[in-house]
């Protein structure tokens, strides 16, 4: 996230997976953005590693209809010409340590070749237990020493897939190479209205005097997919909702919008602030982890002119499985800022829409001046930050609806990114590509918030799984709200969901 916007230094850009569905959707028409920005640097190559031997040429023609299917606009082919012309494929398996041997040879001359300087980014789009052999050969071979030129490694999600396997890989990992140079990456701090929480909160000085426990009731944390599982059964059935979601995306929002001001901003700085706050989450016991949660799968059911069948017939999901695909849950942070505003985060797939948002409930006004008036109710104070369906900011408030009487009313005032800045279509990968280029970490997550994460969620693992699949609820696919106990969760402390705008 720089302020300027500056070539990056001389790089080779090297992809495990390179094959695979992420570097064709993602990774490379994000390079083609930032090509087409002049933001890729002027000394550059790209390098796809693949298990099995790909020639150069059949890697290039793959990337391309990659590019042409997945590009966010139109592709300029010149520019898309000069990006291929420097793509060479590698065949390595990290379970034959000579094919790194002699991928960094191949790697050695062809830096010399396209001068650019012994810097390298590994970019780990593989499946994750991939990760740890692949940062292990490159460790073994010496490619993760920086000597003189700077050595990365891009870790995609998820993470580990719960405290002990996170903390497991954290610290191999850095057995390897130090914090600096890895890049644990979460697409949604990609976003620009993610980003822009900092701004709103600590670039305006309205609203950081009212960001606090004497002003705010509650704050709500939605993603909800509309999507089903779809193909990715065998992957879904073992993650879950929760583990897909929570411990990530969900608490990367969760860290923005409650982390204390840093002193600069800096990524040592804002990520210490982050982690902190995520280290604050109390930790509940597993009967409190039961009562603050609600977890559910969906029905067949059907959004839109699609029919989405009942989880339990997806291919590779077991038939009796008692995987989650909706999870909510209700948390606290132990500090002053906080004690005493309740957290409550969603997120399910199957749903009426696709909806991410973070809605901030600020406390209701007194009634007594409008005792006498037929106002019985005020409306709610939302304070809301969307990035789907829009990406943009709403402020909820009453008003008086004009007449001889005092009715009121809630209105909103809405501040959508496409109304004033003309940003073009991107993957949400420009930004971070681009940061880990120029060394910028301060949107990645570092090991202690990554292990603050699981330590908060791993309660509601634990319970869910010795529950044994009593505590599932079910929701028919389609439906705008999940599992009805979910509004349980909140209706008993006297709130409830906002509702679908
Ligand atoms: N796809 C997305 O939209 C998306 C979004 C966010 C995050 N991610 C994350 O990105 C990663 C990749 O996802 P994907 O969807 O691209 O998966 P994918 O389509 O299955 O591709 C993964 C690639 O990794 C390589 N690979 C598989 N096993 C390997 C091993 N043991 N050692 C080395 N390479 C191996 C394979 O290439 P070869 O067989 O040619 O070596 C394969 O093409 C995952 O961690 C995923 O969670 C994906």
Same mark, same amino acid.
């Given at each position: ?20 569905? /992420? ?7 994000? /390079?083609?953005? /930032? #090509? ?52 060479? $494929?590698?065949?390595? %398996? ?52 920086? !000597?003189? $030129? ?10 580990? *897939?719960?405290?002990?396997? $996170? ?18 990456? %979460?697409?949604?701090? @990609? ?32 993603? %909800? ?28 929002? /969760? ?92 997120? @399910?797939?199957?749903? *009426? ?11 209701? $006004? ?14 709610? !104070? ?94 028919? #696919?389609?439906?705008?709200? @999940? ?19």
């Amino acid at each position: 996230m720089a302020n300027e916007r500056k070539r990056p230094d001389p790089c080779s850009f090297i992809i495990f997976g390179a094959t695979g569905d /992420l570097t064709h959707r993602l990774v490379i028409p994000a /390079l083609y953005n /930032l #090509a087409a920005s002049d933001l890729l640097p002027e000394k550059f190559c790209v390098v796809g590693i693949a298990r099995k031997g790909m020639s150069s040429n059949q890697l290039t023609e793959s990337l391309k209809k990659g590019l042409h299917k997945f590009a966010t606009r139109p592709v300029d082919e010149a520019v898309a010409e000069r990006l291929f012309s420097c793509v060479t $494929a590698i065949e390595a %398996d990290p379970s034959d340590p000579a094919s790194f041997d002699a991928m960094n040879e191949r790697l050695d001359k062809l830096e010399k070749a396209r001068e650019t300087g012994g810097n390298r980014l590994f970019y780990l789009a593989t499946p994750p237990s991939a990760f740890l052999p692949i940062s292990r050969e490159l460790g073994r071979t010496g490619m993760l020493k920086e !000597n003189g $030129a700077w050595r990365r490694l891009v870790v995609e999600k998820p993470f580990g *897939t719960d405290l002990a396997s $996170a903390r497991a890989l954290n610290a191999a990992l850095l057995k390897l190479m130090d914090e600096h140079q890895i890049y644990r990456i %979460d697409h949604y701090l @990609g976003k620009e209205t993610v980003q822009n929480i900092l701004v709103l909160r600590f670039a305006n000085g309205m609203f950081e005097p009212i960001w606090n426990r004497n002003h705010i009731d509650h704050i709500q944390i939605t993603v %909800d997919e509309k999507l089903g599982v779809g193909h990715r059964g065998s992957f879904y059935d073992a993650t879950g909702a929760l583990r897909d979601m929570v411990p990530n995306h969900l608490f990367q929002l /969760l860290s923005l919008v409650t982390m204390e001001p840093p002193a600069r901003f800096d990524a040592q700085a804002v990520r210490s602030e982050k982690a902190e706050v995520l280290q604050a989450i109390q930790v509940q016991s597993e009967q409190d982890a039961l009562y603050n949660s609600v977890r559910g799968q969906y029905r067949a059911g059907r959004i839109g002119d699609t029919e989405i069948e009942d989880y339990l017939k997806t291919p590779d999901v077991k038939p009796d499985s008692t995987t989650e695909t909706y999870a909510a849950l209700k948390l606290t942070i132990d500090n002053w800022r906080w004690a005493g505003v309740p957290f409550y985060l969603r997120t @399910g797939k199957a749903l *009426t829409i696709k909806r991410t948002e973070i809605a901030i409930k600020f406390k209701q $006004a007194p009634f007594a001046m409008f005792r006498n008036t037929p106002v019985d109710r005020l409306s709610q !104070n939302y304070l809301v930050i969307s990035t789907e369906p829009t990406e943009g900011i709403e402020l909820q408030f009453n008003t008086k609806v004009p007449g001889p009487t005092i009715n009121i009313d809630g209105v909103e005032m809405k501040f959508r990114y496409k109304d004033y800045f003309k940003a073009e279509p991107s993957t949400g990968y420009e930004t971070l590509i681009y940061d880990c280029m120029i060394g910028d970490n301060i949107l990645f997550q570092r090991a202690d918030s990554v292990e603050a994460g699981w330590q908060a969620v791993q309660p509601f693992l634990d319970a869910w799984k010795n529950a044994g699949g009593r505590d599932l609820q079910s929701y028919k #696919a389609g439906s705008s709200e @999940g599992p009805e106990a979910a509004n349980a969760l909140l209706t008993r402390d006297g709130r409830s969901w906002r509702k679908l705008g």
